[in-house]
């Protein structure tokens, strides 16, 4: 890619700050921070063998923008704005080529290539449908929406279910297993908060 999510979010934050006039941080305890889900997304070296790392998700993303430098998917570069993202893991895309090809990937590489073929304008959908646009919500508030829906940044909604203390996400494909969220409060402290799901959440029925 000729450019990182890291170094999209960097010069997003610096556009952010000149618009804004900033001279000088804030005390760290004033407001939250603003490292955005993206630079989160590029900690790591790429594709590897971690399946609960985000890999695919990281290039997926570049690639709606690489394509679509204006599309609603920059959310996630722009740490001064609020989010909420619920993160489909390596192994949540691999989970998803599988069922749909009856195939699973051999790599983290085929596993992107494999998503990659659906095009741009699917995968644009997938990612939005992922987003909870203006707000920042911890584990202890997705708990708290249990038996309801939020609003996602697609236009559409996405329900929550908590079964003994486990929170799973229904999607628009009843036939497809719900994902689960497995690990909460990534990015802590800041505007944008993730919380990682086991696999990915489908706005339409695959299948159909």
Same mark, same amino acid.
């Given at each position: ?13 610096? %556009? ?7 001279? #000088? ?21 790429? +594709? ?17 923008? *690489? ?6 998917? %920059? ?10 993202? +619920? ?47 203006? &707000? ?27 079964? *003994?203390?486990?929170?799973?996400? =229904?999607? &628009? ?10 690990? #909460?409060?990534?990015? &802590? =402290? ?13 706005? +339409? *029925? +695959?299948?159909?």
């Amino acid at each position: 890619m000729k450019k990182t999510l890291r170094s999209l979010a960097a010069t997003l934050a610096a %556009g952010a700050m000149v618009a804004a006039g900033v001279a #000088t941080a804030a005390p760290a305890s004033a407001a939250p921070g603003t490292t955005s889900l993206a630079e989160v997304l590029a900690a790591d070296s790429g +594709f590897d063998k971690n399946a609960k790392d985000f890999d695919i998700l990281e290039r997926a993303v570049l690639a709606v923008l *690489d394509n679509r430098p204006d599309s609603p998917v %920059g959310l996630l570069a722009d740490g001064d704005r609020r989010a909420t993202a +619920f993160l489909p893991t390596d192994l949540a895309f691999s989970r998803l080529v599988t069922g749909l090809t009856g195939e699973k990937p051999a790599n983290e590489r085929a596993t992107w290539q494999a998503t990659r073929s659906v095009g741009i304008d699917t995968i644009e959908e997938v990612l939005l449908y992922h987003v909870i646009p203006s &707000r920042t919500i911890y584990r202890k508030g997705v708990l708290a929406a249990r038996g309801t829906r939020v609003d996602v940044a697609n236009g559409d909604s996405v329900a929550v279910i908590v079964r *003994d203390g486990r929170v799973f996400l =229904g999607d &628009r494909d009843r036939g497809a297993t719900n994902p689960e969220v497995t690990v #909460t409060n990534i990015n &802590r =402290g800041n505007k944008q908060i993730g919380h990682a799901i086991n696999r990915v959440l489908r706005p +339409f *029925d +695959f299948s159909g």
